[in-house]
């Protein structure tokens, strides 16, 4: 059958342009009343045991203790599947793990459809550009066009690439970003696996990234894959140590592997205003800073994206995927973002605690995510304003001057403990943590260590 | 034999474990029989989960899947020679490299057996209260008691370092 393309770009009537069709936003709203409708109706039928009284009591009560609400409504819930359903114990224990697990995934798949969509906003802003703004208002529905996008691309194993890996890569790497989710204290009696050994745990599945990063540069046969795949791999190597090094102050100082009792030791404020955050010592502040740096560099955020600069490598270790799989590399790096950002709140930030005594009255998990979300917000900040850095230059920054900080942080926590903090711990511990800075920093700003670099390959 | 949840878990972990292990000794592919062993690794570690000693688990993840797995795949990388592929199939002493293999193997599996057997652990009774390792208490150990082998090995691994630092940043003159 022959299709006509109109040639001659005249607009159909009612239409001034021919580049984007108009918006509809009547047609978005009766989709979502609809969906609300049924979902609705669905709830009351599925809710019709003894449900209206329970769960009606378990809202009362959680609107009027906002503080603890979360678990007043899994309470609610799990009372109901007793009493309304007649659950027994395995089972009961069962739904109580299901609803804590997937109100996280909930949440946090929430938070990565809203960064993607603010990520190009804010970038879009910064390069004096609107951003996405055609699918829905403001551009808010364009998470959603393109989770359709990516779902309906087609899916492409490169030929003489290693078929299954090639497929478990990104479940690979997305796994474990979800695992560490799971260890993140978000307000009081609000984690939902109570690890004695939380942030060795968190360790251990960053090792895990490491393979999988290598299983997709290496199955997707492309030169260009494997390139960007090992410079993951020895830029995930180098700035796991500075990472490390100033998480372990902080379990030095506050005696504990949990994240929650860290977030515990950061209670409280002096003179009555200012909060005893870890950040605001000067261990604590280089600490941060280092633990914020490393973690732009293991997940591979910019000026530390060069696994996948795409000047000089394509994509990366993501050359050759397309479609779903790309979408869950995408999902991955998102969800490991959240994880060590909510990290950096529990262990430096205060975890949950709020910044003034007055501000008490707000629960301590928006707080949580308040401050994660903010670092989130800076990262993205820190994309639009940084230009890459080259292999040479990130290798050494981290070996030549972060690591040499990190030990200088470790000795800082220690002489902090010994001297029992207060004004003779600041003006001990003040030049031991910033004599990297003025003693290792101007060496490798040199204009030496900053020329034109030739590699020995390269040459005649 | 009374099989609990616990005792299929044990199963499918030890399956995963022995599995991946003798994968890595059949496939071919050096790179592929460097990801299986990553996979031995992480079985290991979930037995120690198993066995609830969480810190020995993550431990082993975090040195064997990060770090040896890691570098076993670029030792491969780097030194890999495609042109060297086809010598090893095959072979006029095909048959005495099966025997040096199962030799060694058996001779492996002999020492562990022998230091099992003889720590006289298999005969000791099962305490019924399930241990609970205490990090703190493991570190005061290792502080306390072992401390100089503990130095000694960080100066070994520290000369093994340098050493390897020395090798590689040998620089060959181009042959002009």
Known sequence: MAVTIPSDAAPPPGRTSLAFPARRPGLTLAAAAG??????TLLVLLLDRKAPGILTGAVVEALAHPATAPLILKAGVLGWLAEGWGLGEPWLGLASISLSLFTIVAVFMGLFALTSIVER???????????PNRAGLWGLLQPVADGIKMLTKEDIVPAGGDRWMHLLAPVMLAVPAFLVLALLPYGPGMTVVELGVGILFFFALGASAEVAVFMAGWSSNNKYSLLGAMRAIAQMISYEMPLLLAALAVVMLAGTLSPTLMVEAQAGHAFGFVPQWFVFTPWGLVGFVLFFIAALAESNRSPFDLPEGESELVAGHMTEYSGFRYAVFFLAEYIGLFGICGFAVALFLGGWHAPLPVLDFIPGYLWFFLKLYGLVLLAIWIRGTMPRVRIDQLLAFSWLFLIPTGFCVLAGAALWHFTGGGW??????????????????????????NALRTYRFSEE | ????????????????????????????????????????????????????????????????????????????????????GGETEGGRFAGLRVLGGLGVALALFGALAAAVLGS???????????????????????????????????????????????????????DA
Do not use: H
């Open chain 2, 120 to 174: 006289g652990s298999l005969y000791r009774e099962v305490p019924e209260e399930p241990m609970v390792l205490e990090i703190a208490a493991l570190g005061r150990e290792l502080v306390a008691g072992a401390v100089p082998p503990l130095i000694l090995v960080g100066v070994v691994l520290t000369v093994a370092l340098v050493g390897g630092v020395t090798l590689a940043l040998v620089e060959r003159k181009p």
């Open chain 2, 1 to 84: 034999m009374n099989l609990t949840a616990s005792g299929l878990l044990f199963f499918a972990f030890a399956v995963l474990t022995l599995g991946a292990g003798t994968a890595v000794a059949l496939v071919r592919e050096p790179v592929r029989a460097a990801l299986v062993g990553a996979l031995c690794f992480v079985g290991v570690g979930l037995l120690y989960l198993w066995l609830g000693a969480e810190f020995l688990g993550f431990i082993q993840w975090l040195v064997y899947v990060g770090a040896v797995a890691v570098l076993i795949v670029f030792v491969i990388l780097l030194t890999r020679r495609e042109d060297a």
């Open chain 1, 35 to 40: 969906v609300l409708v049924v979902g609705t």
């Open chain 1, 424 to 449: 003779l711990g600041w003006l001990v511990v003040t030049p031991v943590v910033t004599a990297p800075y003025f003693l290792l920093l101007p060496r490798l700003q040199s204009a030496e260590a």
């Open chain 1, 121 to 131: 906003k804010v970038l879009a802003r910064i390069q004096n550009r609107y951003g």
